[in-house]
């Protein structure tokens, strides 16, 4: 009997990104990737808060699952978590944090943020992919890598992200560090080797969480899903 997974997208990105994830799965799994409110097909879906997306999870998702989120979709995940408690039966975090626990970096964020979001929706979609694509926690992927992830941000439209990243972004949803001890699901926080600075905050949350493990994945950096699909898939099957 095929599992029941729910894979939730990145800011900037689409639920058709984890199409090698699905794939690298097989029959086994059956997979739901939603567009979160703010892209793809959901640009227009309002409002885009984090009580919006939770309440599209309680209502796509399966009765049990395994919920796996990356970047953005991965502090969407742990919120999930600690509201439906009831439904997830794993967690995978891929470059993921429980967000910005001290004020002042917070507000620091929040206000770089804005800044951004007024910026992209004085763009195209094509400007602000070119522009994100320099970001430097993307660097070093390879070129296939690039032109599919570029061609899963064109799916999207500017105003889109703008109420995405004001209404999801690191500092727009409060900090889970002090909560994390209340998720009770086994946890595994995957990290690309390359990507330093989040292998330092898997390492950090699982020291909080009451079950987790720290993967980490050779070779590649922050997107670890859409650099390595099949070791993605092997977290999920538990391989």
Same mark, same amino acid.
């Given at each position: 009997?095929?599992?029941?997974?729910?894979?939730?997208?990145?800011?900037?990105?689409?639920?058709?990104?984890?199409?090698?994830?699905?794939?690298?799965?097989?029959?086994?799994?059956?997979?739901?990737?939603?567009?979160?409110?703010?892209?793809?097909?959901?640009?227009?879906?309002?409002?885009?808060?984090?009580?919006?997306?939770?309440?599209?999870?309680?209502?796509?998702?399966?009765? $049990?699952?395994? #919920?796996? &989120?990356? *970047?953005? =979709?991965?502090?969407? !995940?742990?919120?999930?978590?600690?509201? /439906?408690?009831?439904?997830?039966? $794993?967690?995978? #975090?891929? &470059?993921? *944090?429980? =967000?910005?626990?001290? !004020?002042?970096?917070?507000?620091?964020? /929040?206000?770089?943020?804005?800044?951004?979001?007024?910026?992209?929706?004085?763009?195209?979609?094509?400007?602000?992919?070119?522009?994100?694509?320099?970001?430097?926690?993307?660097?070093?992927?390879?070129?296939?890598?690039?032109?599919?992830?570029?061609?899963?941000?064109?799916?999207?439209?500017?105003?889109?992200?703008?109420?995405?990243?004001?209404?999801?972004?690191?500092?727009?949803?409060?900090?889970?560090?002090?909560?994390?001890?209340?998720?009770?699901?086994?946890?595994?926080?995957?990290?690309?080797?390359?990507?330093?600075?989040?292998?330092?905050?898997?390492?950090?949350?699982?020291?909080?969480?009451?079950?987790?493990?720290?993967?980490?994945?050779?070779?590649?950096?922050?997107?670890?899903?859409?650099?390595?699909?099949?070791?993605?898939?092997?977290?999920?099957?538990?391989?």
């Amino acid at each position: 009997m095929a599992r029941d997974v729910v894979l939730v997208h990145g800011f900037t990105h689409t639920g058709a990104s984890w199409d090698p994830v699905v794939a690298a799965l097989g029959e086994s799994y059956r997979a739901l990737a939603l567009d979160i409110r703010g892209h793809g097909s959901a640009s227009d879906r309002a409002p885009v808060t984090l009580e919006g997306v939770l309440e599209d999870l309680n209502v796509l998702g399966p009765d $049990r699952f395994t #919920l796996v &989120g990356y *970047s953005m =979709g991965g502090r969407i !995940a742990l919120h999930a978590a600690l509201k /439906l408690p009831e439904r997830i039966e $794993r967690l995978i #975090l891929i &470059g993921a *944090s429980p =967000g910005i626990a001290e !004020a002042t970096e917070r507000k620091a964020r /929040l206000d770089d943020d804005e800044r951004l979001a007024v910026e992209i929706e004085g763009m195209s979609i094509e400007e602000f992919v070119r522009r994100w694509a320099q970001t430097p926690v993307l660097a070093g992927q390879a070129p296939d890598v690039l032109a599919a992830a570029h061609a899963d941000r064109l799916r999207n439209r500017p105003v889109g992200l703008a109420h995405a990243l004001r209404g999801l972004g690191t500092a727009a949803l409060p900090s889970l560090w002090e909560r994390l001890g209340e998720i009770r699901v086994p946890v595994a926080l995957v990290v690309g080797e390359r990507d330093q600075k989040f292998t330092g905050i898997a390492e950090r949350m699982a020291s909080e969480l009451p079950d987790a493990e720290v993967v980490v994945v050779p070779g590649v950096g922050h997107a670890v899903h859409l650099e390595a699909p099949y070791a993605v898939a092997a977290v999920i099957r538990g391989d």
